[in-house]
């Protein structure tokens, strides 16, 4: 079949590295892709939320199967526009409906939904710069550090956690009455702070049956220790090891099955990935959010570990057949690590020549920000590749991912040598 992915970073890159060599596929596109995406599927000028052009790419391509990476496309709707027109209600699309997707478009609506299912969360209040005294008063009521989130997208940005109080309530006042994180934060979700380790659950599901794929924990601050600010992710591993097979089926009892089943409760159309952000503290799982599509860069360590064809498990989502297909992983470990312009999360420049793509062994280079220009490969965002290993263990994967990655460069190149320091 001829199939579509929309996005263009390093989790697109993957998805088509992984559809490429299924037996069912027989032309693939990306949307708007990248360098990386380019030498294996062709790239197409298009804009992921403009619902409109895709419809006319699918008719006139002939295709069966769209594939949503990113989340804006999913909030605004993109699998309801599908279902609506005559000419796409028989596409494959592999992502949530809108309102389905809204568990990752609100924070409030993901919080509602927890407590609606009894799976276990922190405590939280929401508020609105109505609210904004209720909400200083909220604040003072809690132990630090005090974690403040943006109720809308904010691409990955729009959480808050700090030490000091005044600190808190100015940030909450920002956020309220200043739009730090624009429309986004035009309502705030404050919750209690939960002390433990983090990992990412990922589940394919059909809205009836699921898969729970590999874990995977990333490193999400851009300096080492995991200081520093907020990025996208710079690095990632699966499986995570403390996730031992008590951990897990708690997880399996106590969060993955209460999530769909309240999908299917509420009669939500889920058809699609569920990644669940857990923190274990103590001996238990909690969710700190959900998101409605693949992690970025957990992508890059979840894929490369099924052996499964791809494209028969999402044919097997859109069919509501989840449950009549096996899932097959490979049982090494494998380690990505993310190279970012200097500069990044903030200021950066674009544009710069990445050298030695072609020397790598024994790695896969998943590209995210970048670009062709004049025959060169070129910076176009601020996660620029990520090198990802697969080894018998995590330690041994991440020193294959480090070796090549000195063969990489271009300008003001930066990466952590840290991946992986707390386990």
Avoid: W
Wanted: charge should be negative; hydrophobic fraction near 40%.
């Amino acid at each position: 079949m001829n199939i579509l992915i929309l996005g263009s970073g390093g989790r697109e890159h993957t998805f088509a590295y992984k559809i490429a060599q299924s037996k069912r596929c027989d032309a693939l596109f990306v949307a708007p892709g990248n360098a990386g995406t380019a030498t294996i599927a062709t790239n197409v000028a298009l804009s992921v939320t403009d619902f409109p052009a895709i419809e006319a790419f699918v008719v006139s391509n002939k295709i069966e199967m769209v594939v949503v990476g990113p989340e804006d496309p999913l909030v605004l709707g993109i699998a309801d526009y599908f279902k609506a027109s005559e000419a796409l209600k028989n596409v494959h699309l592999i992502g949530p409906s809108k309102e389905g997707a809204a568990l990752e478009g609100s924070k409030e609506r993901a919080k509602e939904f927890m407590v609606a299912h009894k799976i276990p969360t922190a405590a939280y209040q929401s508020f609105t710069d109505e609210t904004l005294a209720e909400g200083k008063q909220f604040l003072e009521t809690l132990k630090p550090p005090y974690v403040l989130k943006a109720d809308g997208l904010a691409a990955g940005k729009g959480v808050l956690i700090l030490n000091d109080l005044a600190e808190a309530q100015q940030e909450l006042e920002n956020m309220l009455s200043h739009s730090k994180f624009g429309v986004a934060s035009s309502k705030v979700v404050i919750e209690e702070f939960l002390d433990g380790i983090e990992l990412s659950v990922f589940v394919l599901t059909d809205g009836k049956n699921y898969k729970v794929l590999p874990t995977a924990k990333d490193y999400k601050r851009i300096g080492e220790g995991d200081k520093g600010l907020n990025t996208g992710g710079m690095g990632a591993i699966s499986p995570v090891p403390f996730a031992d097979e008590v951990l897990m089926q708690k997880i399996e009892e106590r969060i993955v099955k209460p999530t769909v089943n309240g999908l299917q409760k509420e009669n939500i159309d889920y058809k699609g990935f569920v990644f669940i952000g857990l923190i274990k503290v103590g001996d238990e799982p909690l969710v700190i959010e959900y998101n409605v599509r693949m992690g970025d860069p957990e992508t890059e360590v979840v894929l490369p570990r099924i052996e499964s064809d791809l494209v028969e498990l999402f044919e097997a989502t859109s069919l509501q057949k989840l449950n009549e297909v096996s899932l097959k992983l490979d049982p090494r470990a494998a380690t990505t690590v993310m190279l970012v312009s200097g500069g990044y999360p903030e200021a950066y420049e674009k544009g710069k020549e990445i050298k030695g793509i072609e020397t790598i062994e024994d790695s896969i280079v998943f590209h995210a920000g970048t670009t062709e220009k004049e025959g060169k490969v070129v910076t176009n965002g601020g996660r620029v590749i990520a090198v990802t290993s697969l080894d018998v263990d995590y330690k041994k994967a991440l020193k294959k991912s480090y070796k090549n990655i000195e063969k990489l460069s271009f300008d003001r190149m930066y990466y952590r040598t840290d991946i992986g320091f707390d386990l």
